[in-house]
């Protein structure tokens, strides 16, 4: 089935792709939400998280560049051929999926929220239409999807500029007083929130079966594409809590537009609203690839049914795996019950990170046959992959009870379909492919 994906993106896509989905509702959406429990310290918390966020990627760099970074499989497969089983790696995909599909709806609905300061629609309309449009074009092609990311990112790039250049001449200090708003309990538990700004980065290796070249691109647009993305995330912060007065944050359903109309003309304010409407579709657009894509590679190791991963001869594209991701994100955002997915993404990916960490601390001895493929030499890789562990470990401490049982119960699903899956069919080798 991956032999039918085609490789139509580049580098520029590549990098449209990661920037896309993590400049979205992480900072334009999250940051009002932590700013209720910490106050202006969240411009800190992002700067905490970095490193986390650049460890916990070195993990994803190194398996990219191994055989295993020609394939959609990211995490799964990463997993599943480091310890050679196949339970742990399914349950941690079959969460993702679920996590991506309620994310997918999020981000549909946080679209509307900004659509709706420029046109008057209903906002489930907008958020319906944005979700639609997106699956037509995936459909189409993925040559399609990196074409329509790289404008919007094009967009989004302009916007940035007119909000953080003069953004950084209007500041009022007085807005970042006091700092921590609700003390250190309140930093610490804002942090899993703003973590949501920079989940999804590794949504990138789900293009692998789509990138000429990938494993040698897509290591190092990891590394430099989150990079510039730290530096956009305090920038940004920076200027909207600078710039926006504490009583209108609380209430803001657009807090990086608003901010933008404090200290520009109508038209600069205008420019930097489509920005972040831009931002959040190159969110949706990237986001609606991955659950497809997750499906293509369970579906050969005959761990789901092979028509759930069929990618079309004709268009290159997995229809049926796009088609149950529509329709999953359209259930959650018309019934409302889109916390049902959404509340365990961020603990769901943190788990996945840790997982996969823990993948690449053990590689080498696990699987040193993978490990003597590797291309691209991470410096203090095993430093990297134990400070990815302990900050993922120390975020999953965060977790709320709600949250506990709302993974436990698709944890439940997940070993039922993964049982279902081993014992209907011979699932497929774990042998890694050699390189070329």
Partial sequence: MTANLRRDLGTIESYATLLGILIGAGIFKVTGEAWLLTGPSVILGYI??????????????????????????????????????????FLGAWLKIISYTGALAYLAGAFADYA???????????????????????????????????WMCIVLGISLVVLIAP???????????????????????????????????????QTAGEVTDSTRRLPRVFVRGITATL??????????????????????????????????????????????????????????????RIAIVLAEDRLAPRWIGAVSPRTGTPIVGLTITLAGALVLLLTKRIGLALNIAVYALVLLYLLHSIALLLLPRMNPQLYAQVTVKVPMQRTLAVLSIVCMAALLTQISWGAVKLLLFWSAIGIVLF??????SRPQSLAVPAGD
């Fill in 231 to 292: 530096v956009i995330y305090f920038l940004m912060s920076l200027v909207g809590l600078g710039t926006l007065p504490p009583d209108r944050l609380r209430v803001s359903t657009a807090p990086m537009a608003e901010a933008a109309s404090h200290y520009l003309s109508m038209g600069g304010a205008t420019l930097v609203a489509i920005g972040a409407i831009m931002a959040l579709l190159t969110s949706v657009n990237a986001t609606m690839l991955v659950p497809s």
């Fill in 48 to 89: 905490v998280l970095a490193p986390a966020v650049l460890a916990t990627s070195a993990a994803y760099s190194v398996f990219l560049s191994t055989p295993l970074g020609k394939e959609p499989g990211g995490e799964y497969t990463n997993i599943s051929r480091t310890f050679g089983g196949y339970g742990l790696a």
């Fill in 167 to 205: 953004g950084l001449f209007a500041i009022h200090r007085s807005y970042y007083t006091p700092f921590f708003t609700h003390g250190l309990r309140g930093f610490i538990a804002s942090l899993p929130p703003l973590f949501f700004a920079y989940a999804g980065f590794e949504s990138l290796a």
């Fill in 116 to 150: 709706g300061r420029l046109v008057h629609i209903d906002a489930t309309a907008l958020a319906v239409a944005a979700l639609v449009f997106f699956y037509a074009i995936h459909i189409a092609g993925v040559r399609w999807f990196g074409r329509l990311q790289v």
């Fill in 419 to 424: 049982a279902h899956g081993a014992r209907t």
